[in-house]
């Protein structure tokens, strides 16, 4: 993990009195087993050279550095009703990545549910609510964010039919009369 300490250690045989280590970002050190902190992840060739009166060896290995994956629950959304009073809401962490290309698994939390998942939908009934989207990375490192949702009845009234009564709205002595409307 980026700006996580590694510690290295020597651990060569034959006495050596001398040490050049190249940490492979263009860091170097004389120590025996010095520490080291990555600002980036990645792959990098560590190479320790050795020695002594007798002659001197070198030896390189790789140090991988994880970068945590970056989580993405898209962007905050209002969604419908239907004719249930429930709406199908899909969340979307699609934009989730992983720098290092590993494997990503997702978990969401809210509306006192647990989803597993990129895109899983789930039924809502009208208000608000927070999703938190966590994804881990193949490598255990984990990144969170969260969407909030709204549902809400846009569904404007209709009228369907309206009745007065009376019906007849001329009576035959030309006098107004109470009239009531229902829908």
Not at 101 to 121: D, I, K, R, Y
Request: proline share 8%.
């Amino acid at each position: 993990r980026p700006c996580q300490r590694v510690q290295f250690a020597d651990a060569s045989v034959g006495a050596p009195s001398e040490w050049s280590w190249q940490v492979g970002d263009g860091t170097t050190s004389c120590e025996r087993s010095p520490a080291h902190s990555y600002l980036e992840g990645g792959n990098y060739a560590v190479t320790l050279a050795t020695s002594n009166g007798c002659g001197s060896t070198t030896v390189t290995k790789y140090v991988s550095v994880n970068t945590p994956p970056q989580a993405d629950a898209g962007v905050d959304k209002t969604v419908s009703v239907g004719a249930s009073c429930l709406a199908t809401v899909t969340l979307n962490g699609t934009g989730s990545t992983d720098p290092d290309g590993g494997a990503l698994t997702f978990s969401w939390t809210g509306a006192g549910a647990m989803l597993e998942g990129p895109t899983p939908t789930i039924q809502l009934g009208i208000g608000d609510y927070s999703f938190s989207l966590t994804v881990t990375d193949d490598l255990g490192e984990q990144a969170t964010d969260i969407v909030d949702v709204t549902v809400a009845d846009t569904t404007p009234p209709a009228i369907e039919q309206v009745a007065a009564t009376p019906a007849m709205l001329w009576p035959p002595n030309h006098r107004l009369v109470p009239v009531e409307v229902a829908a």
